[in-house]
């Protein structure tokens, strides 16, 4: 049988979760609102996105060192503290935006398997280890071929699911032939309102650890 943390393990990689120096654009599009974008650096556990778009917003950066976050705006004087469970636009949280690192954050148990999208997949039930991750439960469907995570329900502490997120994925992690998420759709289960965030192509790049030092935001 299939050991459930080496399947999300895999699955981490194709959102970014176990990645050494790569960067990607975001676009972050929720209802009416005016589409957000991002410049996101990653490395390891930590990863520094910064807003490009609207004008209002620019510079702001988000900063995620293992699972504290911070965020620092223009005329801020220091950073300030955020949970990875805020809104950030529509439906999606602050910690959407961040890399996946569900084989770290969760422990999970299969609970059975599925068709998704015509391709046999996994279906996963994840519990929180720690109380500072972006959802406490989350049930996931991991394709059995690729090992894409395809489907998600985040759920209440009660089980029940209150956004649903698909996953598309139109790149591949560079220098690999590893498929990447290209977009990712939340929707709202009572409202029906979709949050789409859109990732631009990935890039490999040498990033320096001082880009993560929380001290360095402000400069």
Known sequence: AEDPKAILEKSDRSRGGISSGISWKITLAAGESQNSEYDVKVKGVNVLAKCTEPARQKGETFLFNDRNLWIHKPGLKKPVSLSPRQRLSGQAANGDIATTNYARDYEAKIEGEEVVGGKPAWKLFLQAKEKNVTYDKIRYWVTKKDFLGVKAEFLT???KPFKLATFAYGHTLPGSKIPFVSR???????????TTI???????EKISDSLFNVNNLQR
């Open 157 to 159: 502490l009660e089980g």
């Open 184 to 194: 990712m759709e939340i929707r709202d289960v009572a409202q029906g309102e979709l």
């Open 198 to 204: 859109t990732y631009g192509a990935p890039q490999a």
